[in-house]
């Protein structure tokens, strides 16, 4: 383990304790071991990094990301997924179970643990099956994946079209307190959909998808929550109405959360023009209305957290027609500095993006794997380093992920992650961070 | 659209630099979405040109010769196919037809590749008509020859919008105010589409009807990404005082899709017949993109009577496509 280091004279900013200052942070052994305005024991041999005008504060976590292994290993690793995440200023990450083999039973569930032991600079906590095979059909065995480490469930890119089976899914769940995410989509409605079904479907040609394809299955899912009292996490919410939704449900004390995406509360249906691939994503980009909605979402607390569904393919893959290129969007390393336009837009505070990439997913996620998203004392020292102000031109072939699917390549962003401490190490520096003086 | 019959005068035999090389700026023919009213007026001028060489006893000028067109049709077709191959002989190009069947679209036999093939042999020009939408708009992106869309998807037609408006003007002085009403699976239809984009720059009062199940939504409001048309489900409304009635081909699937309950009631609602013209225009004229479903989108009598003017659309698709090649190639010829 590394000794001490002491990030230097930054914009300290922790939701989970209401801190906003400037000043010091002592690490020390891998642990938060003080922050103050100025440090005045600093141990010897002490490493520094400067971070004067950049904000310090918990490492990001993601709670809905795709890292592709096993199976699907040309277009993503657990290797690269997890430097691609240090590098956008991640430092927990929850990948999805749709890979092949799905992770739907302990030995999958091992395999993550194992590979991610080994491979990644960052946490890696799996997300396992609702279902056996992801087959809508029979429970995957819950208990067993639970033993072995998986922070949720979820069938994520079907949706269990069985209601019976949901239903059942979110009273077994009673058993272990985890929380059952569901990728909304009424499968009928969505049937050879592939933009959001408006103007840009007209113009392009293209089938549509319909808001109300998601908000059908939000409102049977708070139907189940309620009937049951289990937990039901909405994953990438991307409608007014499936807002409006959840947060009726939430005044009605329903066990809800649900997260949105960098790219729905940044992008409309306007980036898929000129049939780029790149930003054909599942759930689709919606309208303006509905990006407002998401924003008003997220500052009112109807929707908890940020994730974002990092989601890599292949080049090839993508430079297909339209029709036959597969969902998703590569999204660690552009998701930091795509929040920023919301902050600097005025649409959103500093505090409350950080709070929703930090302190949020921590709580739906609970300590069965430490204590996350916090700075607090003795803690361990997952810390993300950012500069708000830094321009850059989004490249995507310096990107870390093999996924360089994003829709943002060649665009200016503000805001860029400077540094990435995961237990105290260094696992990520950008080339300009200096040391402390 | 106004053209004066000085304009129309065949533009091949002027021999210093032709102003249309300034009007012109496509590199490629993806959708009629981002060409100007003076690159249609150019086209409209250069098809009248090609079609007085089609009335010629010998159609063959060496405008193209030395030039290599291949059409790659992932869609059956006859007449279009026809038509652009019927054109590139016209003017001496070399021509190579290429089909490939659409479920090897399905089983990941990649465009891009087909293409890399395809210019490696050579060709200048690629036609292409595609199963989903935008797969001109990709081919464009990755190769070095001129993609002419030759209908993709639901997206577009081009061609055949062009060979509409041609159509038009050779029966009415201007596009411009013209009442055009189109009526048929408006939703699915690229020619649709193309006809919107150009119909409207071009001036002309466009009317869409169609059963609300197969109408886009949205488009009878002004909004950045569509022309704003009139919409209605009422037949009548649709064709009362129009200049010219298109009808569209209903894909029998709609009806299995549960867009529409019967063949047998969507013609009753919707075809266009000789009582429903009879609140047209005096000179109303009756198109159709082809090939009709006879007494389900217009009735029989009407295809084959006085008004229709559908076999006219194929000889000017001849013409049209030649103008095309002749523009994309830089007009450049040594008649």
């Not at chain 1, 071991?33 to 005045?40: G, L, S, T």
């Not at chain 1, 933009?195 to 998808?209: D, H, S, V, W």
């Not at chain 1, 689709?284 to 997220?298: N, Y």
Request: include cysteine; hydrophobic fraction near 40%; proline fraction near 5%.
């Amino acid at each position: 383990m590394n000794k001490a280091m002491l990030i230097k004279g930054g914009r300290i900013i922790d939701p989970s304790q209401k801190l906003d200052i400037i000043g010091d942070l002592l690490i020390v052994d891998g642990k938060i071991k003080e922050i103050a305005p100025a440090v005045q024991n600093i141990p010897e041999d002490c490493g520094s990094l400067d971070a004067k005008g950049m904000i310090v504060c918990p490492g990001f976590i993601d709670f809905h990301c795709h890292l592709r292994q096993p199976g699907f290993e040309e277009k993503e690793t657990i290797s690269t997924g997890s430097k691609a995440a240090a590098k956008g200023g991640f430092t927990t990450i929850c990948c999805m179970p749709n890979t092949n083999p799905a992770i739907d039973n302990k030995a999958t569930v091992d395999f993550i643990k194992a590979t991610a032991a080994a491979d990644s600079c960052i946490r890696v906590l799996p997300i396992g099956c609702i279902t056996r095979g992801r087959n809508g059909k029979e429970l995957a065995d819950m208990g067993e994946m639970v033993e072995a480490g998986i922070v949720a469930v979820s069938d994520d890119g079907s949706t269990i079209a069985n209601s019976r089976i949901m239903k059942q899914a979110l009273e077994y769940s009673l058993i272990f307190n985890i929380p059952i995410c569901d990728h909304c989509e009424d499968i009928d409605l969505f049937e050879g959909g592939q933009i959001n079904e408006g103007i840009m479907a007209t113009r392009l040609g293209l089938k549509g998808i319909p808001n109300a394809a998601e908000e059908n299955i939000v409102a049977r899912d708070i139907a189940l929550a309620k009937l049951t009292g289990a937990g039901v996490h909405i994953c990438h919410i991307s409608t007014e109405g499936a807002v409006d939704l959840v947060r009726s449900a939430k005044k009605d004390g329903v066990k809800i959360s649900a997260e949105v995406t960098p790219h729905h509360l940044t992008m409309t249906e306007e980036a898929v023009l000129g049939f780029d691939t790149n930003a054909k994503v599942n759930p689709p980009l919606r309208s303006q209305k509905d990006v407002e909605a998401l924003i008003l979402g997220l500052k009112d607390g109807t929707i908890d957290m940020i994730a974002t569904d990092h989601a890599p393919h292949t080049d090839n893959e993508k430079l297909r027609e339209f029709a036959t290129a597969p969902f998703g969007i590569s999204g660690f390393e552009t998701a930091l500095g795509s929040l920023m336009k919301l902050v600097h837009n005025g649409d959103i505070d500093i505090n409350l993006m950080i709070s929703k990439l930090t302190e949020a997913p921590a709580q739906i996620i609970g300590n069965n794997f430490g204590k996350l998203g916090t700075l607090t004392q003795g803690e361990t020292a997952d810390i993300t380093i950012f500069d708000p102000n830094k321009e850059w031109t989004v490249n995507v072939n310096e990107f870390s992920s093999k996924g360089k699917n994003n829709p943002l390549n060649g665009q200016k962003l503000k805001g860029k992650v400077k540094a990435t401490v995961f237990g105290g190490e260094i696992v990520y520096k950008d080339n300009s961070m200096e040391p402390g003086a | 659209m106004e053209v004066s019959q000085t304009t129309m005068e065949p533009k091949l035999k002027t021999d210093s630099a032709p102003p249309e090389q300034k009007i012109w700026q496509h590199k490629h023919i993806l959708d009629l979405d981002d060409f100007t009213t003076a690159e249609i007026e150019l086209v409209m001028q250069t098809t009248k040109a090609m079609h007085e060489i089609l009335s010629r006893p010998i159609k063959k000028v060496p405008t193209l010769r030395g030039k290599t067109v291949v059409t790659l049709f992932y869609e059956a077709s006859t007449r279009t196919r026809s038509s652009f191959e019927l054109g590139a002989k016209n003017l001496s190009a070399d021509i190579s037809n290429l089909t490939v069947s659409s479920s090897s679209v399905t089983k990941g036999e990649s465009l891009i590749d087909t293409l890399e093939t395809i210019e490696a042999l050579g060709a200048d020009i690629i036609v292409i008509r595609h199963p989903h939408s935008g797969a001109p708009d990709l081919a464009s992106k990755h190769v070095k020859a001129s993609i002419i869309n030759a209908g993709d998807g639901w997206h577009a037609h081009p061609t055949q919008a062009l060979l509409d408006l041609y159509t038009m003007l050779q029966h009415k002085n201007s596009i411009k105010g013209l009442k055009v009403a189109i009526i048929g699976d408006i939703i699915h239809s690229r020619v649709a589409h193309s006809n919107i984009w150009g119909l409207t720059k071009m001036g002309a009062d466009v009317t869409v009807c169609a059963p609300s199940t197969l109408l886009p939504k949205g488009i009878e409001n002004p909004q950045p990404h569509f022309p704003k048309v009139k919409v209605t489900t009422n037949i009548d409304d649709a064709i009362r005082g129009a200049d010219v009635v298109m009808g569209l081909r209903l894909q029998l699937e709609r009806q299995q899709n549960g867009l529409i309950p019967s063949i047998r009631e969507y013609a009753a609602l919707y075809r266009i017949t000789e009582e429903r013209l009879a609140n047209a225009a005096k000179d109303v004229i009756v198109m159709h993109p082809g090939p009709v479903n006879e007494d389900i989108e217009i009735a029989s009598s009407v295809v084959h009577g006085s008004r229709s003017v559908i076999n006219e659309q194929v000889t000017n698709g001849v013409a049209v496509r030649m103008a095309l090649f002749y523009l994309l190639t830089g007009g450049n010829r040594d008649e």
